[in-house]
Nanobody, 121 residues
Framework: QVQVAESGGGLVQAGGSLRLSCAAS????????VGWHRQAPGNRRELVAG???????DYGDSVKGRFTISRDYAKNTVYLEMNSLQPEDTDVYYC???????????????WGQGTQVTVSA
């Protein structure tokens, strides 16, 4: 069983920074793609940033130049560095991991429970 856990959310003033962490545990053959998403109540979940196994990255238009996604292979953890945070960045941030679990040849997607980020004006 693969589990995904996010951490690092909190309350920060506008212009401040936070770093979110996403750690995957369990028996994984390979990780294909890790994405950070956010979803405010009543809104659709949107991709904030993504990182493929090849190292290519994706960023949502609203966070380009402010957020950076990176991976620590030794710790099997993906980070989302968020700078110049604004009140509109307030959301629950979710991490998703597309991976091939041990004993399977199919890619499955696993989600964390989310971490709240609140940016005050």
């Amino acid at each position: 069983q693969v589990q995904v856990a996010e951490s690092g959310g909190g309350l920060v003033q506008a212009g401040g920074s936070l770093r979110l962490s996403c750690a995957a545990s369990g028996s994984i053959v390979s990780v294909i793609y890790v994405g950070w998403h956010r979803q405010a109540p009543g809104n659709r979940r949107e991709l904030v940033a993504g990182l493929s196994s090849s190292g290519s990255t994706d960023y949502g238009d609203s966070v380009k130049g402010r957020f950076t996604i990176s991976r620590d292979y030794a710790k099997n953890t993906v980070y989302l560095e968020m700078n110049s945070l604004q009140p509109e960045d307030t959301d629950v941030y979710y991490c998703s991991v597309k991976a091939i679990p041990n004993g399977s040849v199919r890619i499955r997607e696993y989600w964390g429970q989310g971490t709240q980020v609140t940016v005050s004006a």
